[in-house]
Each structure stands twice: as C-alpha cells, then as structure tokens.
Nanobody, 125 residues
C-alpha cells in the first residue's frame, strides 16, 4: 500500500519561506500526478499545486509566483517551495496522489487517490 509522508511544516513569519516535502512509498511513482492541497477549519480542502508525471504543473491563482512544486521521480518525492508567505497561507497542507490518465487501464485509474496525514503551516508575526 502506497503511503505519503509529509514533512517541513511549521511556524514562519510573514514574508518568510518554507519547503514542504512528501515521500511516497510503493512502486510506479512515475504513474502519479502528485499534488499539494490545503485546508483551514470550516473550509473545503483546496488545490494548491500539482505536477504531472512529466512535469506539467498547475497552481492556484493565490499562490502563482510565490510557490513552486517539483518532483524527483528517482527519489519518489514531491516538494512545495513556498515563498513570500502570508497569514492567508496558514493551513494544514496535504500531499495527494492520483493515477495520471496516461496510466489508466481499461478507462479506469485502478486505485483511489491517496492523501498524506497533513502538516501544519502557520504564518504569523
């Protein structure tokens, strides 16, 4: 069973930076779109950024130009570099994976998406 283990959260001052990392266990890391989502109390989980197997990226408008997602397919890791952090970025950040459509079989992904346990990011003075 593939597991996702996040690290790198913490407390940072406004304007500061943090890097989140997620390590995935299990085979065929290259088959997955990897992403970061975040959630605050009372709100739905929202996409922050994701990265397809070959490196295509998607970002939420609120983080464009400040956050950078990257992946290392040899180390089975995905990272999120967060710069110019503001209190609005305070949330629990979750690593996410889902099978990229390129790797679907018979029109199906073959397994459900998976989530990490979450890591808290707090931005305050």
């Amino acid at each position: 069973q593939v597991q996702l283990v996040e690290s790198g959260g913490g407390l940072v001052q406004p304007g500061g930076s943090l890097t989140l990392s997620c390590e995935a266990s299990g085979p065929m890391f290259i088959a997955y779109t990897m992403g970061w989502y975040r959630q605050t109390p009372g709100s739905e989980r929202e996409l922050v950024a994701d990265i397809a197997p070959r490196g295509e990226t998607t970002y939420a408008d609120s983080v464009k130009g400040r956050f950078t997602i990257s992946r290392d397919n040899d180390k089975n890791t995905v990272s999120l570099q967060m710069n110019s952090l503001s209190p609005d970025d305070t949330a629990v950040y979750y690593c996410h994976k889902e099978v990229h459509p390129t790797f679907w079989k018979s029109g199906r992904p073959g397994e459900p998406p998976a989530w990490g346990q979450g890591t808290q990011v707090t931005v305050r003075s």
